[in-house]
C-alpha cells in the first residue's frame, strides 16, 4: 500500500569531500596558468579541455575555469570565430588554472603528457579574496530525503 512517502531507503547520505587541499589562503602569492587550445584538441577520446580540468582536480588544485572565446588566431594564422548561429565552429579555448606555485609547477609533467604542443603560460599573482581553509569542515552531510520543488 503506497502511504505517498518516498521510499528512503534507496536514498543515501552523501558525503562532500573535503576541501581543505583544494583552496588558496585568503590573500597572499599565488600561481596562475593558463593553457591556451581548441575546442577541436582531444585527449584519449575526450575534449583536451575536460581531460586538463579533470586532472587538475584530482592532484586537487584549488581551481580551474574553461573559457570559450568568440574569436581568436594562433600561430598558423586561420582566423576561428562563430559566424552566426553555427554551433560547429572550432572556436579557441583557455583554461586558467590557479594555486600555489609548487602545486601549479608539480602539474605540469601531468600536462606535458597530455599537451605536447600548444601555448601554456604561468604567472606570478596575488590573491586579494578567496576562500581560507582553516574552518572549512572535513565532510558534510547531506540531508537523506530527496528535496521537493
Known amino acids: 500500500m503506497d502511504s505517498g512517502k518516498p521510499d528512503l531507503g534507496k536514498f543515501r547520505p552523501r558525503l562532500i569531500a573535503s576541501r581543505r587541499d583544494r583552496t588558496v589562503d585568503r590573500a597572499g602569492p599565488a600561481a ?4 591556451f587550445t581548441s575546442e577541436d584538441a582531444r585527449h584519449e577520446r575526450r575534449p583536451l579541455y575536460e581531460a ?4 587538475g582536480r584530482e592532484m586537487h588544485l584549488a581551481g580551474a575555469t574553461v573559457l570559450r572565446s568568440p574569436m581568436g588566431f594562433g600561430p598558423s594564422g586561420r582566423l576561428r ?4 548561429w553555427s554551433l560547429a565552429a572550432c572556436l579557441p579555448i583557455v583554461i586558467e588554472i590557479i594555486d600555489s606555485e609548487e ?3 608539480a602539474f605540469l609533467p601531468r600536462l606535458r603528457d597530455m599537451m605536447p604542443e600548444g ?7 596575488r590573491v586579494v579574496s578567496g576562500t581560507e581553509a582553516e574552518g572549512v569542515p572535513q565532510a558534510r552531510r547531506l540531508p537523506a530525503e530527496p528535496v521537493e520543488g
Open 32 to 35: 596562475i596558468l593558463r593553457i
Open 52 to 55: 586538463i580540468v579533470l586532472a
Open 81 to 84: 570565430t562563430v559566424r552566426g
Open 103 to 105: 602545486k601549479i609547477t
Open 119 to 125: 601555448l601554456v603560460t604561468l604567472e606570478r599573482v
